[in-house]
């Protein structure tokens, strides 16, 4: 098996995240790597008396929780989260982000829009100098709009491709839609607000990985220790 050089980076990151919680608190649980880690980390605080209650941002990290035996609740019973701990594709200087490698990028919006804050969990390959440095915009896109998605988003100069599985067969979110991963030159990428709002504009797609609205906290892992970008908690 490959050994991932980050690994440890991102799990000190996690673990200074979980940290960051606070006794009957409600917590986002992000997708991926990094926000495995950091429920991990935080299980082991839960195991100690801590009291959380948790919304997943995805079946898979529903199922995280249920294994760790971290309890859930829901976006109607608890419509306004304390703190939401996600991972990130991409983060720029600004602490603007693309997510969405792991095709939750819907629902992680919509928890990163209902919580009070915002932390991301990085390690130190994720800091780019510029959005789109090392990979595209996911757009997730409704399966009956994904022809003409593809060309209005040509029109404003973004290049479209349908992401899919290693079977060959389009990834399916949890919502049951598509994701478009969509690259722009360096110049459409340096307003990713702007950006946003004229794909958003686009009749089918339903979000986009740009997050630009959030002023979040980055808990970046690097080879010599952790460091926090953004508001403290
Ligand atoms: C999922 C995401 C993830 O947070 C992002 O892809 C980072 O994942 P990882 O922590 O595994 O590198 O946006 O949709």
């Not at 082991?44 to 079946?59: A, E, K, N, Q, Y």
């Not at 040509?154 to 290049?159: K, L, N, P, T, V």
């Not at 349908?162 to 722009?184: C, E, K, M, Q, S």
Request: a neutral charge.
């Amino acid at each position: 098996m490959t050994k991932d050089p980050t690994l440890h980076q991102r799990i000190a990151a996690a673990s200074q995240a979980a940290g960051m919680v606070r006794d009957g608190m409600v917590i986002g649980y992000g997708t991926g790597r990094a926000a495995m880690s950091a429920m991990d980390a935080l299980a082991t605080r839960v195991r100690s008396g801590l009291r959380v209650l948790g919304i997943p941002t995805s079946v898979a990290t529903a199922t995280h929780a249920a294994s760790l035996g971290l309890p859930l609740t829901d976006l109607e019973t608890h419509p306004v989260l304390d703190l939401t701990i996600d991972g990130a594709d991409e983060v720029d200087p600004a602490r603007n982000i693309i997510k969405g490698g792991g095709a939750a990028l819907f629902r992680e919006k919509v928890l990163a829009s209902a919580s009070r804050r915002l932390v991301i969990v990085i390690d130190a390959t994720k800091r780019v100098p510029r959005l789109g440095t090392t990979r595209a915009i996911p757009v997730e896109v409704l399966p009956f709009a994904v022809g003409s998605c593809t060309r209005l988003l040509a029109e404003i100069g973004g290049a479209a491709v349908r992401r899919l599985d290693l079977a060959g067969a389009p990834v399916v979110t949890d919502n049951g839609n598509h994701v478009l991963d969509v690259a722009f030159d360096a110049h459409r990428m340096a307003d990713p607000r702007d950006l946003d709002e004229a794909m958003r504009a686009i009749p089918g797609v339903i979000i986009t990985g740009l997050f630009w609205s959030f002023d979040p906290t980055v808990v970046v892992g690097t080879d010599t220790g952790v460091e926090v970008l953004g508001p403290p908690l």
